[in-house]
C-alpha cells in the first residue's frame, strides 16, 4: 500500500464515522413548520416590539414560513414554559429547540469547545472573576461569552444574574449547552452575517485572545477589507475557492467548507494544539456515542474505541472515534490548500508550531515548574491571585503567550512578537524572575533558575553578562561581540 | 277633611310603621354602602397580618404609586361596584376570614411568611378567576380600553386591535403583588423551593410548613 493510498484511506475511515463532519440544509417537512398559532403573534408583536419582529420579516425564517411559535413553542412540563396569551412558551430558544429543523447543526455543535465554554471554566471561575472580580463581573463580563447557567425562578422569571445571556457554553434551562443566538443574531438570523469576522469578535478580542485584532493585522485581514464585496457572504453555497476567493475569515478556516472539506459546526475541530493553556499540547478530539465530544492531550495514550471515559463534565461515555492531532492540522490545511501550495501551507504551519514550541520550552514550561514549586514548598500560599507574583504568571501564560500563539497561528506578526512573545519574554525576566528571588530568597532561587531556567539553551545569553551590544547605546561604535 | 282619603288598611299603626321601615330601611342602606367601603379600605384590610404581606409589594408597585396619583386601594380592585354586589363580594370574602381565624387556632397560620408564600399561587389563581368572571369589571372602572395611550408608540393600537375576546386580567398579571406564574405552566416543587431558598430552609422542609 503506498503511503498516499494510506493517506486517503484513513482519511475517508474518519470522515466516514463521523459523519457530522457533512453539513446538511435543514432536511425537515415544511409541513413541520409554520404553525397557525405561531401567525397570532406577529400582528400584536408587529406593534409591542416592532423591532425584532421587523428583523425576523428580513429573515429567511420568514421567507420560508417559520414564525415566532415554532421555534419559541414550549411543552408545559419544560422547566422555562411560561404562559402568554394562552399560549405555552418559552423565551429562550435553545440549541435543542433549533434542532427541531437544524438537527445537523445542533450536533456539530454538541461536545464543542464552544458548547462546553462553561464547562471548561466553572471550577476555574470563582478563583479569579470571583474573588478578583465580583458576582457582577461574572454575570455581565465572563457569562456573556462563555455562557451563565441559565435559572428560571419559581416565580416564573429568568433569574436576571443568569439572564440575559447569549454565551456561547450557556447551560439552558432544557439542559442543552450552547446559544445559537451567540453568532448568530436574532431575529434575523442572517448568513452574511453570521460569516462575518464580527459574529466571532464580540468575544474573540481583548488579551487572551486577540483573535479580532491578530486577523484585521494579517493578510487575511487585508484582503477581507479590501474585497469584501467579493465574499459572496450572502450566498447559500459559501464554499472557499469555489464561491469566493478573496480572503478567508473565521468562519472559513475554522468552520466553514473548501474544496472537499465540508462545513462544520463544532469550530475547535481543525485546531491542533491547545493555545489558551500554561503550556501548549497537542490535542486528540474524542467523539463520543452520544455525539459529544472533548479534547484530550496528545500526550496521554489515545483512549480506544469502544472503551468508557470520562467526559468533559464528569459523566461516562462510550469512545466512538478519536481524531488525531495530526488530522485535524490536515483537515484545517485542506482550507489553506484551496489558495496556497502545499509547500507554503506546510512551511507557513512549521514557522507556527515553532513559535509554539518555543513558548513551551522557553517560558511555559520552566514558570509553569517554578510555580510548581514554590507552591509545594509553601512559599507561595494555596489560594491563587493573592501574591503578585500569581497575576505576573498568569499573564504571561493566559495573556501575552496567547497571544504570541494566537498570532503565530493566524499570522500577525505584531501580535507574534511585540504584543505577544517580546512581552513574554519581558515579563518572564524583569518581573517574574525577580519575584521569584523574592520569595524564595536568593540562594533557593538561583537553584529554582539554574534547574529550570538556565539550564536551557533558550537562556544561556544570560550567562554571559559581559557580551554587549550596542541595541540600548552601550559601547556604540564598536563592532557587537567585540 | 279632604275628598283624597288613605284606603281603609292604612291605619295610624301602619303609617308609623311603614316610616320607621322606611328609615330603618334607608339608614341599612346607608350601614352597608358605608361598611363596604370601610371593608374596602388598605386600612381594614390589613388589619389581619397575612393581608399586610400582600400589601407589600402592593405598595411598591405603580397601582399604589401612580404619577397621576390616583390611587387604588384594595377594595377599588378586589370588591365589585354597586351596593348589592360590594355587599355579596365582602360576604364571600368572609371565608377568607375563616380561613385566617381557623389557621390562627387550628394551623396553617396565614400570618407565617412562610406559610403565606406557600399559599400565595393558590390565592392568585382564585383571585385571577374571579377577574376573568367579572370580565375585569374592576379595571374598567378607572382604565378605558380606547383610551389607553401608555408609553411606547402602539400601546392604543395594541389595546384598540388586539383585545377581541380578551379581558385586562388574561395579559395583564403579576401588576400589583408579588409575581406568580400563569396556573397552566406553574410548577409546585419549584415553588416550593424558591420560597425555601427564600427563607434559607432545608430543601423540602417547606413541606413541613404546608402540614402546619
Known amino acids: 500500500m503506498s503511503p498516499s493510498f494510506f493517506k486517503r484511506f484513513l482519511f475517508c475511515v474518519l470522515f466516514s464515522i463521523y459523519p457530522e463532519l457533512f453539513a446538511a440544509k435543514v432536511s425537515v417537512d415544511p409541513s413541520e413548520w409554520g404553525d397557525p398559532l405561531g401567525e397570532e403573534c406577529i400582528s400584536c408583536h408587529e406593534k409591542s416590539s416592532s423591532g425584532l419582529t421587523r428583523q425576523w420579516r428580513k429573515s429567511a425564517h420568514a421567507e420560508a414560513g417559520v414564525n415566532c411559535f415554532d421555534c419559541h413553542k414550549a411543552s408545559i412540563d419544560d422547566n422555562d414554559a411560561i404562559t402568554h396569551e394562552g399560549q405555552v412558551i418559552a423565551t429562550i430558544v435553545s440549541p435543542l429547540d433549533c434542532s427541531r429543523c437544524h438537527t445537523v447543526e445542533y450536533e456539530q455543535q454538541k461536545g464543542s469547545v464552544h458548547s462546553e465554554a462553561v464547562s471548561i471554566i466553572e471550577n476555574r471561575l470563582p478563583a479569579l472573576a470571583g474573588h478578583v472580580g465580583g458576582d457582577a463581573i461574572i454575570a455581565a463580563g465572563c457569562d456573556q461569552c462563555h455562557g451563565s447557567r441559565v435559572v428560571m425562578r419559581g416565580d416564573g422569571s429568568l433569574d436576571p444574574r443568569s439572564w440575559p445571556n447569549s454565551g456561547i457554553g450557556r447551560i439552558n434551562p432544557d439542559g442543552s449547552k450552547g446559544s445559537c443566538s451567540s453568532c448568530h443574531g436574532k431575529h434575523r438570523f442572517s448568513k452574511a452575517q453570521a460569516r462575518e469576522p464580527s459574529a466571532c469578535v464580540r468575544c474573540h478580542s481583548g488579551p487572551d485572545s486577540p483573535d479580532k485584532a491578530i486577523y484585521e493585522a494579517s493578510k487575511h485581514g487585508m484582503q477581507y477589507q479590501a474585497h469584501r464585496d467579493e465574499m459572496a457572504l450572502d450566498s447559500d453555497s459559501w464554499v472557499a475557492g469555489k464561491d469566493y476567493v478573496a480572503a478567508p475569515t473565521c468562519v472559513t478556516c475554522h468552520m466553514g467548507a473548501a474544496g472537499k472539506l465540508k462545513a462544520n459546526h463544532d469550530v475547535g475541530m481543525r485546531n491542533m494544539w491547545s493555545l489558551n493553556t500554561p503550556v501548549s499540547e497537542k490535542q486528540y478530539l474524542v467523539v463520543f456515542e452520544d455525539g459529544e465530544k472533548m479534547e484530550l492531550p496528545a500526550s496521554q495514550s489515545p483512549p480506544r474505541r469502544g472503551s468508557e471515559i470520562s467526559k468533559t463534565d464528569g459523566s461516562l461515555g462510550k469512545v466512538k472515534a478519536v ?147 550596542p541595541i540600548l547605546g552601550y559601547d556604540v561604535g564598536r563592532q557587537a561581540d567585540e | 277633611m279632604s275628598k283624597w282619603k288613605l284606603p281603609y288598611f292604612i291605619t295610624r299603626q301602619v303609617l308609623i310603621a311603614l316610616v320607621i321601615g322606611g328609615i330603618a330601611g334607608i339608614g341599612f342602606m346607608l350601614f352597608l354602602i358605608e361598611f363596604d367601603d370601610l371593608t374596602s379600605s388598605e386600612a381594614f384590610c390589613t388589619t389581619c397580618h397575612s393581608m399586610e404581606i400582600a400589601a407589600q409589594a402592593y405598595r411598591e408597585s405603580t397601582h399604589y404609586n401612580p404619577v397621576s396619583g390616583v390611587r387604588a386601594s384594595c377594595g377599588d380592585c378586589h370588591v365589585s361596584e354597586g351596593v348589592i354586589a360590594a355587599t355579596w363580594d365582602h360576604i364571600l370574602g368572609g371565608k377568607d376570614l375563616l380561613t385566617q381565624i381557623s389557621g390562627k387556632l387550628f394551623g396553617p397560620d396565614y400570618d407565617d411568611p412562610v406559610v403565606n408564600a406557600l399559599h400565595l399561587p393558590q390565592a392568585a389563581f382564585e383571585a385571577r378567576k374571579w377577574f376573568r368572571s367579572k370580565d375585569s369589571a374592576t379595571c374598567r372602572r378607572c382604565h378605558v380600553l380606547e383610551a389607553i395611550q401608555g408609553k411606547r408608540a402602539d400601546t392604543n393600537a395594541i389595546h384598540l386591535e388586539e383585545t377581541d375576546g380578551k379581558s385586562c386580567i388574561d395579559c395583564h398579571i403579576n401588576l400589583v403583588h408579588r409575581k406568580v406564574p400563569d396556573e397552566k405552566t406553574f410548577k409546585k416543587d419549584r415553588w416550593r423551593q424558591m420560597v425555601e431558598e427564600e427563607f434559607g430552609l432545608e430543601p423540602g422542609s417547606a413541606l413541613d410548613y404546608l402540614s402546619k
Not at chain 1, 369 to 383: D, K, N, R, S, V
Not at chain 1, 405 to 415: E, I
Not at chain 1, 420 to 442: C, D, H, T, W
Open chain 1, 323 to 469: 481524531a488525531t492531532p495530526k488530522r485535524r492540522r490536515q483537515a484545517m490545511q485542506l482550507v489553506c490548500l484551496e489558495c496556497h501550495s502545499k509547500a507554503l501551507t506546510e512551511s507557513f504551519m512549521d514557522q507556527f508550531d515553532d513559535v509554539v514550541k518555543l513558548f513551551n520550552e522557553k517560558f511555559g514550561t520552566p514558570a509553569k515548574q517554578i510555580m510548581q514549586a514554590l507552591y509545594t514548598e509553601g512559599l507561595l500560599t494555596p489560594a491563587p491571585f493573592d501574591e503578585p507574583i500569581e497575576f505576573i504568571y498568569w499573564e504571561l501564560w493566559h495573556d501575552e503567550g496567547a497571544r504570541a500563539r494566537h498570532g503565530a497561528s493566524m499570522a500577525s506578526a505584531n501580535h507574534t512578537w511585540w504584543e505577544g512573545m517580546y512581552l513574554v519574554g519581558r515579563n518572564f525576566y524583569s518581573r517574574f524572575l525577580p519575584q521569584v528571588e523574592k520569595i524564595a530568597g536568593s540562594e533557593r532561587a538561583s537553584t529554582l533558575i539554574q534547574t529550570y531556567v538556565t539550564s536551557s539553551d533558550h537562556h544561556q545569553w544570560l550567562e554571559q553578562p559581559q557580551k554587549s551590544n
